[in-house]
Antibody
Framework: EVQLLESGGGLVQPGGSLRLSCAAS????????MNWVRQAPGKGLEWVST????????YYADSVKGRFTISRDNSKNTVYVQMNSLGAEDTAVYYC?????????????WGQGTLVTVSS | EIVLTQSPATLSLSPGERATLSCRAS??????LAWYQQKPGQAPRLLIY???NRAIGIPARFSGSGSGTDFTLTISSLEPEDFAVYYC??????????FGPGTKVDFK
C-alpha cells in the first residue's frame, strides 16, 4: 500500500524558515518524480515544486522560486522542501504527491497534508 | 503561460443526474491533463490522468475526454459521495504543472 506522510508544519514568523518532510512507502521511490502542492485556506490547489526520481532535476512555481528548495533522499524514501523567507502568502496546507508515471500528468497518491501558518 | 479555465464554477445537480464539467486551456496541451476530486478536509484524489485514463480504484461512472484545448469530465450518474470540488491540472514546460480554479458540484 502506497503511503505518503508529511511532517514539519507549524507556526512560523514572517521571514522565518521551515523544512517539510514527506516519508514514502509502498512503491519504488526512486522511480517517480515527487511533488509539493499547497492549498491556502478556502482556496484552490497550487503546484509548488517537483523533483525528478533521481533528484537531478527540480522545478518551482514562480511564487516560491529562490525561496524554496526541494530535495530527496532515495536511501530514506523521503522528499523535502526547505522554505525560507516565509510570508503570510505561504500560509497553506502543504501536500506531497507522487507523479502517476514518468512524463505523465496526474498525481496518483497524496499525503494527508501538513499545515504551515506564517504569522507573528 | 497556459491558463486553465473551468466551467461552470458551480454545478447544482441531484443524485442520479449526469454531470458534465469543462476544462479549457488557453493553448493546446495535447493530452497532458488530469482531473481530481476534493472533499472538505481531505487531500485531492486523482480521477483521470493523461486526459482519459481512469486512475486505480476510480469507478467507471467517471470518464475523461478531450485533447488540445477542450476537456470534459463526465460523471454518468451522480452518487451522493460525488458532491465535491473538481480540479483539472495540466503539465507543460513552464510552469511544470498548473491547476484550474475548480468546479463545485453541489446538491440542487
Amino acid at each position: 500500500e502506497v503511503q505518503l506522510l508529511e511532517s514539519g508544519g507549524g507556526l512560523v514568523q514572517p521571514g522565518g524558515s521551515l523544512r517539510l518532510s514527506c516519508a514514502a512507502s509502498g512503491f519504488t521511490f526512486s522511480s517517480y518524480a515527487m511533488n509539493w502542492v499547497r492549498q491556502a485556506p478556502g482556496k484552490g490547489l497550487e503546484w509548488v515544486s517537483t523533483v525528478s526520481g533521481g533528484g537531478g532535476s527540480t522545478y518551482y512555481a514562480d511564487s516560491v522560486k529562490g525561496r524554496f528548495t526541494i530535495s530527496r533522499d532515495n536511501s530514506k524514501n523521503t522528499v523535502y522542501v526547505q522554505m525560507n523567507s516565509l510570508g503570510a502568502e505561504d500560509t497553506a496546507v502543504y501536500y506531497c504527491a507522487k507523479l502517476v508515471r514518468v512524463g505523465g500528468t496526474g498525481f496518483d497518491y497524496w499525503g494527508q497534508g501538513t499545515l504551515v501558518t506564517v504569522s507573528s | 503561460e497556459i491558463v486553465l479555465t473551468q466551467s461552470p464554477a458551480t454545478l447544482s445537480l441531484s443524485p442520479g443526474e449526469r454531470a458534465t464539467l469543462s476544462c479549457r486551456a488557453s493553448q493546446s496541451v495535447s493530452t497532458s491533463l488530469a482531473w481530481y476530486q476534493q472533499k472538505p478536509g481531505q487531500a485531492p484524489r486523482l480521477l483521470i490522468y493523461d486526459a482519459s485514463n481512469r486512475a486505480i480504484g476510480i469507478p467507471a461512472r467517471f470518464s475523461g475526454s478531450g485533447s488540445g484545448t477542450d476537456f470534459t469530465l463526465t460523471i454518468s450518474s451522480l452518487e451522493p459521495e460525488d458532491f465535491a470540488v473538481y480540479y483539472c491540472q495540466h503539465r507543460s514546460n513552464w510552469p511544470l504543472f498548473t491547476f484550474g480554479p475548480g468546479t463545485k458540484v453541489d446538491f440542487k
